[in-house]
């Protein structure tokens, strides 16, 4: 166990989420990351574990590890996600359980973990990953732009909850970032969405990160429940 | 395999020592295991109950290598709340196990 500070990230093995590990390993912190599938990020302050988000027990088991390694969780950033883009009319039911699983029961469970290990402690910071397609109402993302509605009034009914407990929870919400998840969608549409913004570009990764830090500071103890989206949405 | 209720006491009543270690004198949780842990009478908060739930959980794991969650829908039933009291308590961490081992 050492004095390094200790932050879980979902979704690291690959895009924003393996970006934000790399960068917090850089800084020193220790990491703790997860993904359904391996990761080749090879560092000795990250550990990964093999889980699906949704999956009540995995999650428990991966944050009682986290205690017993590191005594305890100072960060929770929730970037795992998954996208669904279709007409609401042609989208079957399976697409939007699957992606309210991820979504919400992976943020909500990765939340009541962490919550627990940093309410020990009276310090937490966590934040959850909404996105720009709710405010803008993207024709094609209502599964999508639901799920992180949900996303959106569990962080701030939480926020709420785990006040007293030391922990702000906020929120991010990201416009388009060239990745796996946007990768699908025709650029016609992207452009379309970027034009909507007030700032007409795509987002990066660095854009994420800033407001992640911003939220992470330990002089951020008076925000929470907040949303900030990105792009001027 | 499943817990024992003694091994889930045992968690119980030292998740409450490890508690009163840094509550004050007037805010301290008793440790008589039919007492009210969470309802009229008790000096718990919500608050406090979510610490006390988060400790048991916590020793429930370092105790027997089960991690568990002890939430539950009764909690704020008068009658089923396995909140009510220290044993209650422990007796829904045994039957929480049992139905983790079933579900393995």
Known sequence: MSDAKTIAITGTRKGIG????????????????????????????????ELDVSDERAVVKMMQQV??????????????????????????????????QTNVFGTFLFCREAAKLMGRKKFGRIVNFATVATPLKLE??????????????????????????????????????????VGAVPEE?????????????????????????FFLDERSDFVTGQTIYLGGV | MAIELEQALT????????????????????DDLDAVLFGDGSPLDSIGLVNVVMAVEAHVADGTGEDMVLASEAAMSRKRSP??????????????????DAAA
């Open chain 1, 140 to 181: 094609g993302e209502a599964v999508y732009a639901a799920s992180k509605a949900a996303v959106v009034s569990l962080t701030e009914v939480l926020a709420r909850e785990v006040a007293e407990m030391g922990i702000t929870v906020n929120a991010v919400g990201p416009t388009p970032v060239p990745t796996d998840l």
């Open chain 2, 83 to 100: 909140y009510r009291s220290l044993r209650a308590l422990a007796e829904y961490a045994v039957e929480v196990s049992g139905e983790n």
């Open chain 1, 18 to 49: 393996l970006f934000l590990a790399e960068t917090f390993l850089e800084r020193g912190w220790t990491v703790v990351g997860c993904s359904r599938g391996a990761s080749d990020l090879d560092h000795r302050s990250y550990s990964h574990f």
């Open chain 2, 11 to 30: 968690a119980v009543k030292n998740a409450v020592a490890e508690m009163n270690m840094s509550l004050e004198a007037d805010k301290q949780i008793s």
């Open chain 1, 189 to 213: 549409k992207m452009t379309a969405l970027i034009a909507r913004q007030a700032i007409n570009r795509y987002g990066t990764m660095e854009d994420v990160l800033n407001v992640c830090d």
């Open chain 1, 67 to 100: 205690r017993r390694d590191h005594g305890g969780l100072d960060a929770l950033l929730n970037n795992a996600g998954i996208a669904s883009m279709n007409h609401a009319l042609l989208t079957p039911g399976s697409t939007m359980e699957r992606v309210f």
